[in-house]
């Protein structure tokens, strides 16, 4: 199951625009969920907004990281 799984994440990463063709894309068609870089290039950015609280303490984030294992 993990040679399916590395296999995915290789494929995943060959997919990928390299980081010239996001600078000096051939063309530039920005979309409402995507951006179109030419030659079936394409671009998808997420983005998430958080708000850090006034004050911050040492291992202010320990909580989150955490949670996650």
Known sequence: MNT??????????ELAPDIYELILPDTFHEEADYIYLGAENYCRVYVL???????????????????AR
Do not use: A, C, N
């Open 4 to 13: 399916v799984q590395e296999q995915q994440e290789s494929d995943m990463f």
């Open 49 to 67: 907004d958080i708000d850090y609280p006034s004050e911050m303490y040492v291992g202010f984030l320990t909580v989150f990281l955490t949670k």
